[in-house]
């Protein structure tokens, strides 16, 4: 069960006008807050995780990654094979309407980029992802914003860290409203 894997479920509210915190509170995770910007999200989530933790694993809220993948996220980091792991929509199945056309084009031309400029393959910038706590500390995080999962993955790259990317399936949000519009 991926419950066993986890040893505190931390959600960050980093400005959000539903519930999502008081539901968190009362669902058994620590709710710790944050300024807006994506980044900014999950720099605040692996600062408040308990010191104990070696592996910190970065997911949306909104139910579209499956919880269910978490085992084979984190299985090749605890057998010291890996420093990173990302978990691949794009690999993965993904649920119609899960991902617009143009984040699928995105995450082509962006693997291919940085296969180009950084000698590294990955398929996707999806946001369910675990990486060894040290490794995460060695990269230097400074993105707040949507840019975070992009440069955890270049600087993951020039620090030569151990990547794996695995398929991971995506399904359409389950609830709450994005605030990154489209213009």
């Given at each position: 069960?991926?419950?066993?894997?986890?040893?505190?479920?931390?959600?960050?509210?980093?400005?959000?006008?539903?519930?999502?915190?008081?539901?968190?509170?009362?669902?058994?995770?620590?709710?710790?807050?944050?300024?807006?910007?994506?980044?900014?999200?999950?720099?605040?989530?692996?600062?408040?995780?308990?010191?104990?933790?070696?592996?910190?694993?970065?997911?949306?809220?909104?139910?579209?990654?499956?919880?269910?993948?978490?085992?084979?996220?984190?299985?090749?980091?605890?057998?010291?094979?890996?420093?990173?792991?990302?978990?691949?929509?794009?690999?993965?199945?993904?649920?119609?309407?899960?991902?617009?056309?143009?984040?699928?084009?995105?995450?082509?031309?962006?693997?291919?980029?940085?296969?180009?400029?950084?000698?590294?393959?990955?398929?996707?910038?999806?946001?369910?992802?675990?990486?060894?706590?040290?490794?995460?500390?060695?990269?230097?995080?400074?993105?707040?914003?949507?840019?975070?999962n992009l440069e955890m993955?270049?600087?993951?790259?020039?620090?030569?860290?151990?990547?794996?990317?695995i398929p991971v399936d995506?399904?359409?949000?389950?609830?709450?409203?994005?605030?990154?519009?489209?213009?």
């Amino acid at each position: 069960m991926p419950w066993q894997l986890i040893a505190e479920c931390i959600v960050v509210d980093n400005g959000s006008t539903d519930e999502t915190a008081t539901i968190a509170e009362a669902a058994g995770a620590r709710v710790v807050r944050s300024p807006c910007g994506y980044g900014a999200a999950c720099k605040a989530g692996g600062d408040a995780a308990i010191s104990s933790s070696t592996i910190l694993v970065y997911m949306d809220g909104d139910g579209s990654d499956v919880i269910a993948d978490l085992p084979r996220l984190v299985a090749p980091i605890e057998a010291g094979d890996v420093d990173f792991v990302l978990g691949s929509r794009i690999r993965g199945r993904r649920e119609a309407g899960s991902m617009l056309g143009s984040q699928v084009f995105a995450a082509h031309l962006v693997g291919a980029l940085l296969r180009v400029l950084q000698g590294v393959r990955y398929t996707d910038m999806g946001p369910f992802r675990a990486i060894r706590r040290t490794s995460l500390n060695e990269l230097q995080m400074s993105e707040l914003t949507y840019g975070w999962n992009l440069e955890m993955q270049i600087r993951a790259a020039r620090n030569k860290l151990r990547i794996r990317e695995i398929p991971v399936d995506y399904r359409k949000r389950r609830g709450g409203t994005s605030r990154f519009r489209v213009m």
